[in-house]
């Protein structure tokens, strides 16, 4: 009897333990996506029965930083225990690509079966031909039945042979159809997730029903960088500097429609403020000595108020909330359009930038008698800076895109524009002709300060053409923040030593040595060329090495570095020289890196 109770038991148990274990799917609802990392937020609704709960949640990342995981329950459940796990059975997710790529794989190899079956019973045939064309023993055939038999052999033969060159041709297109898209079925199948992770809860309930689970956690594989494109003219005065972002993710989930916010953070730097200890000298061994650097950040706080644009957004978000009653119906007007309450009521509250109501006197004045119930003036979102919002409140940076993106979890890079700004600029050229002969054409940007930028790499379209690629480096504490444009081909600068001035002497134990240098500077092009030209003469930091600068050209000299600076003007057609000259005294038993 005790058995059989205990097996009872036992099953009631089983059954329990079933009643209370479920799998549940999360969706994603939004990513903040870190300089190297990102944290996503997952949405679940879960079913639970009042006592003890095993909940799954599933469609995970499928790296997570476990001490960055966090459950947002109602207060009625509570939180026994959690454990993350991966989930390597998940089906893998087939596209409608994927999936019309493999039929079309799949026709073409039947049709590559059909054309070897073909292949196959014509080279048989030929065989066959080729094994009865013997008519040895084959007596009383007439030169008439003779010829007939060759040329039917002939006739056959050259059939067959034009038939199995035709289905080779076909069998060799149909291969090379095959691998065409077997490559292109690899690279869409890499865009899938591989492997997905899972959470499992442990949760004590004390009401039976349905409940809302809010799940987010952080992972290392995401991650943005910045990258610009730079779009100038020479007859503008102001450059077109699209910001964006390179996104790349590799988290084992497709992010679908998703609402992403890029920051400047870094979730996993450290935290704690930095403390001083004493220091004690002591000797060190020259030789391991390492020299070591480490960059900081500097946080800057621009003095823009962006309390006016999170009220807009307020207030667009409680659009829905609006309630419009007959017969005081107000008038609706969407860009500058009178619009009817059916057609206000369907406009998506995430594209609308603004909204004004306009009551009395203020309204009737501007719309007439029409407006007696008052206006709603509605104006939409247009351009891309519309739909993003920079928020520098934190302690970094961040771009909130409205618009939801589709990411694939392949790794890949994909660009995401920003904002588009209009920068104020100067142009000018530069040259070096010591160390390069190409002049280069510099943009100097003003006013940077104000549009959040991070280190990147910059795409230079100048007047309408790829010149390459340049850095921006917004650590400057420069006002003007230049960038190479590209090469000044219309801008010829040669630099040519004097070998008729430069001399040679020796004084006693001395070696006097003289260096004389002519730059020429030309302007090809049809408007004024504005120059900054450097040149430089050697520094000694011995005090047997004598260094004399005799003559500069009106250049501003930097004695502590050696480096001459001119700032040259040159009208269309104009070509100036510049001669430069200096003296290096030292023992003439000794060789000095004079080049």
Known sequence: MSKSITLLSLCLLALTSQLHAADFPAMLKSVIIYRSGAELRHTAMVRLEPGNNEVTIEHLASSVDINSIRVGLPGTVTVLSMQFSNNYLAPAE?????????????????????????????????????????????????????????????????????????LSLRNKKTDEQIGKLQNQLREEQAKGRTNEGRLQLQLSSALAGKFDVSISYVTRSASWTPYYDIKAQDNKSSVELVYQAKIRQFTGLDWKQVKMTLSAAQPEQWSAAPTMSSWFLAYINPLGAIPVRIRGTALRKDTEDYASAREMRSETANLSEVVVTAPNTPLYILEGKVVNAADFAAIDPNMIKEIKVLKDEQATEIYGSRAANGVIEVELKEGLQDHVSVDDDKLDVSFDLDIPYDVPSNGKEQLATIQVYQVPVSFRDYAVPKNDAETYRLAGLTGWEKFHLLPGEAGILYNGVYSGKSSIDPASTLDTLNLTMGHDKRVVITRTKRTDFSSVKFLGSNKLQKFVYEISVRNTRTDSAHIDLKDQYPISTNKDIEVELLQAAGAEVNPTTGILSWRLSLAPGESRKIEFSYTIKYPKDKTLNLN
């Open 94 to 166: 087939v596209s409608p690509r994927v999936r019309f790529l493999q039929d079309s794989l799949q026709q073409l190899q039947k049709e590559k079966e059909k054309t070897d079956m073909a292949l196959t019973n014509a080279r048989d045939l030929l065989e066959v031909l080729k094994a009865n064309r013997d008519i040895k023993g084959q007596a009383g055939l007439s030169v008439t039945e003779l010829e007939k038999l060759m040329d039917y052999y002939k006739n056959k033969s050259a059939e067959l042979q034009a038939e199995i060159y035709q």
